[in-house]
């Protein structure tokens, strides 16, 4: 039972566009949401998130927007840059007492010149 | 500043042999860990968390085991490994990020090792 789920396995945007990540969750328990980004034959890296109280977190080329009606969020990167491209994951999480976070399966961005 | 090791950074181990992934966390005392795994054309999937020394719990049946002998410590096994047991196994330890009101404790995740079981 996949909770968070992203559907678009890759994405392809040209340098200066906005890239739009996607990740739709079924719990409606989990009140933290968060992406990482992921480089080959690396960790994933911590990039932005979002509490459930929240709508929307901004953190410069970085915006990630929560709809909990429709239990989806997503992830806008303008302009994107070459560097952007990556894998990245989408988190979310429900139990503070073990910080046990549940991914998806991860979007590759590519952001071609 | 903390800091997460891992390794090693590649493993090819036969059908049948054992495992042994290390990873060691520095600049914290008493962090939650983690051991996640990244199959082909899969999430990272969490295998193992522990609170504290000797605390471990499973989150999947699988053929790992997991122990934490040192605080900062946290060692990923197998008796006998598995085909499927092959893919990319990430050490994370979490640090709390927000306030009172509304956070979470964000994972920081070791560069990963990868085995190739043959």
């Known amino acids: 039972d996949q909770q968070v789920k992203q559907n678009s396995p890759s994405l392809s945007v040209q340098e200066g566009r906005i890239s739009i990540l996607n990740c739709d969750y079924t719990n409606s328990m989990f009140d933290y949401f968060l992406w990482y980004k992921k480089y080959p034959a690396e960790g994933p890296t911590f990039l932005i998130s979002i509490s459930s109280i929240k709508d929307k977190n901004e953190d410069g080329r970085f915006t990630v927007f929560l709809n909990k009606s429709a239990k989806h969020l997503s992830l806008h990167i303008v302009p994107s840059q070459p560097g952007d491209s990556a894998v990245y994951f989408c988190a979310a999480s429900v139990d503070h007492n073990t910080d046990k976070l549940i991914f998806g399966t991860g979007t590759r961005l590519q952001v071609f010149p | 500043s903390q800091t997460i090791h891992q390794w090693p950074a590649t493993l090819v181990q036969p059908v049948g042999s054992p495992l042994s992934l290390e990873c060691t966390v520095e600049g914290t005392s008493n962090p939650n860990l983690y051991w996640y795994r990244q199959a082909a054309g899969r999430g990272l999937q969490l295998l193992f968390y522990s609170v504290g020394i000797g605390q471990i719990s499973s989150e999947v049946p699988q053929n790992l085991s997991a122990s934490r002998p040192q605080d900062r410590q946290f060692i990923l096994s197998s008796k006998k490994l598995l085909l499927s047991d092959s893919g990319f196994y990430l050490c994370?330890?979490?640090?709390?990020?927000?306030?009172?009101?509304?956070?979470?404790?964000?994972?920081?995740f070791g560069a990963g090792s990868r085995l190739t079981v043959l």
């Open positions: 994370a330890w979490s640090v709390f990020q927000g306030d009172f009101l509304s956070g979470a404790n964000v994972l920081t």
